[in-house]
């Protein structure tokens, strides 16, 4: 697998669900 390619999906799935969802305080600051 190349795990460079799966690291800037994932990364780009974060980024889409943090705008999508609104911050919340039980996550802190891990996301």
Known sequence: M???SQN???L???LTLK???PPRKSLGGFF
Do not use: E, I, P, S
């Open 2 to 4: 190349d795990y460079g």
């Open 8 to 10: 800037t999906a994932n």
């Open 12 to 14: 780009r799935k974060n």
């Open 19 to 21: 705008q999508k969802k």
